[in-house]
């Protein structure tokens, strides 16, 4: 029988989030700081982050409990649903059995409420006036305005529609780079066409954190504590497959800071470490951002200004700008210090796959499935028809979840650019890339 909308409803809500750390055989390296290289230390961050959000960026702890404020307001939308592909299956025509893990039906429409509900609700907790962010495609920008407008007040970022849904919510929103600061005016004025990234907007968000006493800072990915909070996504697709009787031979989520495929798969990491079932995990990026795939795994800046901690991680240098792919988030520089780790440890791989086959995909699962994705989980369809085009070769019926992180509503345009035949594949320059690799700060360990 296939996984319905209603039946999901069956599946109580996670009351702790997992903490990955605790599992792994080799702890991933520290954070340094960006000026004395020696490992950050709480107070470090206290300007940008509330003490809370401090401790569990360096939590060691299992499972970290989720309070009941933050839960009462998960029951907004979760739990969300995992929902079979069998019309996707039968287009297919492949014996792979394909599942959805839809996070669409938040109130912003992606996975990004997850961690933007409990950031602000810690932040609110010490009297915190303003959370300023930066968002590339909006729908951080979107969550963190929704988290305000229930516990505090913002300011952010990008995109027609998703602005309009993020002043609704009573967010400022300044495209990046902005003239709102030092290194936003300095980008402009080295380039008044630049089409920014996620590296400058960070570069800009932090540096309005650290000069106002009463404003924090959020992140919507890559950070240890924003994939602690997803993982919310993962915990309750163990249940639900549980229930369903099915154990995944392939589990699949796109990347680009990786808040979405660690709240899916790092559950199931850990159930894997304990020998509890055997998937493959992978992870899929944009051919012209391929951090995991063709980039150093060395410390780098979280952002383009040099501002923040050096974390190690896969990275394409932190002033590398890649072209204006249609997946916005996923356009940034590098991966989270986490999933690199993870990678590197090989308890998961990586591919990257161009934004035709992409759209491609995509426009077979709409008009298969009824749902229409935002552009960055385009990217899991593309590498779950793949499995399932494999299956139907070999035979083999294997069950592939993957993760749909967000619906496609504002991104119309760039279904319509593709169906017109307008939406080219864009390649990253060897060359860009070597440049940027070459500003990477030297580190002596």
Not at 317 to 335: E, K, S, T, V
Not at 385 to 390: G, T
């Given at each position: 029988m296939a996984a319905s909308w209603s039946d999901s409803k069956a599946i109580d809500i996670p009351t702790h989030w997992h903490n990955l750390t605790a599992d792994l055989p080799v702890k991933p390296p520290p954070d340094l700081h960006p000026k004395t290289h020696k490992p950050v230390k709480p107070e470090d961050l206290s300007p940008l982050f509330p003490d809370e959000l401090v401790k569990q960026e360096a939590s060691t702890d299992r499972f970290i409990n989720i309070r009941d404020e933050v839960l009462d307001v998960y029951r907004l939308w979760r739990p969300t649903p995992l929902i079979r592909a069998k019309r996707l299956e039968k287009l297919l025509d492949t014996p792979a059995r394909i599942y959805c893990k839809y996070e669409g039906v938040s109130p912003a429409g992606s996975h990004k409420p997850n961690t933007s509900v409990p950031q602000v609700w810690y932040n609110a907790q010490e009297g915190v006036k303003n959370i300023v962010t930066e968002t590339g495609a909006g729908q951080w920008g979107s969550a963190l305005a929704f988290a305000c407008s229930l516990f505090v007040r913002a300011s952010y970022d990008q995109k027609p529609y998703r602005k309009l849904m993020m002043q609704t919510w009573g967010a400022k929103v300044h495209p990046s780079p902005s003239t709102v600061t030092e290194a936003g005016r300095r980008i402009l004025q080295e380039d008044p066409s630049s089409p920014g990234n996620l590296g400058i907007a960070i570069s800009e968000a932090v540096a309005v954190a650290a000069t106002n006493a009463d404003t924090k800072y959020g992140l919507g990915s890559v950070l240890n504590h924003v994939l602690l909070h997803q993982t919310v996504i993962g915990e309750q697709c163990i249940k639900k497959m549980e229930a369903l009787g099915e154990s995944p031979d392939v589990i699949i989520g796109c990347t680009g800071g990786g808040s979405n495929f660690g709240g899916l798969c790092f559950p199931f990491i850990r159930e894997k470490l304990n020998g509890k079932i055997h998937p493959l995990i992978q992870a899929v990026e944009p051919s012209a951002c391929p951090w995991l795939t063709k980039g150093i795994y060395a410390y780098d800046f979280g952002d383009t200004a040099g501002m923040t901690p050096?974390?190690?991680?896969?990275?394409?240098?932190?002033?590398?700008?890649?072209?204006?792919?249609?997946?916005?988030?996923?356009?940034?520089?590098?991966?989270?210090?986490?999933?690199?780790?993870v990678y590197e440890l090989g308890f998961m791989e990586a591919i990257s796959i161009p934004q035709t086959e992409c759209f491609e995909g995509a426009l077979k699962f709409f008009r298969s499935e009824g749902l229409i994705p935002a552009p960055e989980p385009t990217h899991a369809i593309a590498a779950a028809?793949?499995?399932?085009?494999?299956c139907k070769e070999t035979g083999e019926a294997k069950v592939i979840p993957m993760a749909m992180c967000g619906h496609g509503h504002f991104d119309l345009p760039a279904y319509d650019n593709y169906l017109q035949g307008n939406l080219v594949d864009l390649s990253y320059s060897q060359d860009k890339i070597k440049a940027s690799l070459a500003k990477i700060p030297v580190v002596v360990s």
């Open positions: 050096l974390m190690k991680m896969h990275t394409l240098g932190h002033d590398f700008i890649p072209d204006p792919i249609h997946a916005g988030g996923l356009r940034y520089h590098g991966m989270a210090p986490l999933i690199s780790h028809i793949r499995e399932a085009l494999h």
